[in-house]
Nanobody, 118 residues
Framework: QVQLVESGGGSEQAGGSLRLSCAAS????????MGWYRQAQRDLVASINK????NYADSVKGRFTISRDNAKNTVYLQMNSLKPEDTGAYYC???????????????WGQGTLVTVSS
């Protein structure tokens, strides 16, 4: 069983910064793509492939930076210049997960709340 454990959410004022982390547990050998999605609609915020190539929503380009540590199967989202419209639940996603003798097409975290006040 693979689980994604998220941390780093919280409250911040506009213009401030937060850093989200998401670590995969359960003898995870490799993960093809890791990313962060926002709200119940699961809109993409940012994603990063195993080779380091990234993809960002237009609304966060230049403000958010996604990175990953393949050895730790962990993905990070550095959120700078926060805006009130960044408020929401952020969900970690891992796609193409190999763990033990199993392959998982997709795994989701439980979500972490980010609140940005003006």
């Amino acid at each position: 069983q693979v689980q994604l454990v998220e941390s780093g959410g919280g409250s911040e004022q506009a213009g401030g910064s937060l850093r989200l982390s998401c670590a995969a547990s359960g003898s995870t050998a490799s993960i093809k793509v890791m990313g962060w999605y926002r709200q119940a609609q699961r809109d993409l915020v940012a994603s990063i492939n195993k080779d380091g190539s990234t993809n960002y929503a237009d609304s966060v380009k230049g403000r958010f930076t996604i990175s990953r540590d393949n050895a730790k199967n962990t993905v990070y989202l550095q959120m700078n210049s926060l805006k009130p419209e960044d408020t929401g639940a952020y969900y970690c996603n891992a796609a193409g997960v190999v763990a033990g003798a199993k392959w998982y097409p997709e795994v989701w975290g439980q979500g972490t709340l980010v609140t940005v006040s003006s």
